[in-house]
């Protein structure tokens, strides 16, 4: 069946940093776009990252620009979420997406807080 599994969230100080990973099986990983979301308290999810299918293009909100850095290994099955200083605003559940046409899958996330 289809899994997208994250890991690497925690706790972290401000200024610090997180790699995020989402494995993904049961699917052709390869043929599909990748995308990280996130979800605070309170708040509806919003995209924070999405890669092609080769990994040839990313794009990034205003938000996180220049913070955050996607990257996927096809080899592998992976997609990751690089995040450089962290702010407590980040706090989040951070969300693994694939998307190809009609079809969607999404993980089960992965919490990340920062704070001191």
């Known amino acids: 069946q289809v899994q997208l599994v994250e890991s690497g969230g925690g706790l972290v100080q401000p200024g610090g940093s997180l790699r995020l990973s989402c494995a993904a099986s049961?699917?052709?990983?390869?043929?599909?776009?990748m995308s990280w979301y996130r979800q605070a308290p309170g708040k509806e999810r919003e995209l924070v990252a999405t890669i092609t299918t080769s990994g040839s293009s990313t794009n990034y909100p205003d938000s996180v620009k220049g913070q955050f850095t996607i990257s996927r290994d096809n080899a592998k099955n992976t997609v990751y979420l690089q995040m450089n200083m962290l702010k407590p605003e980040d706090t989040a559940v951070y969300y693994c997406n694939a998307k190809r046409t009609a079809y969607a899958y999404w993980g089960q996330g992965t919490q990340v807080t920062v704070s001191s």
């Open positions: 049961g699917f052709t990983f390869s043929i599909y776009a």
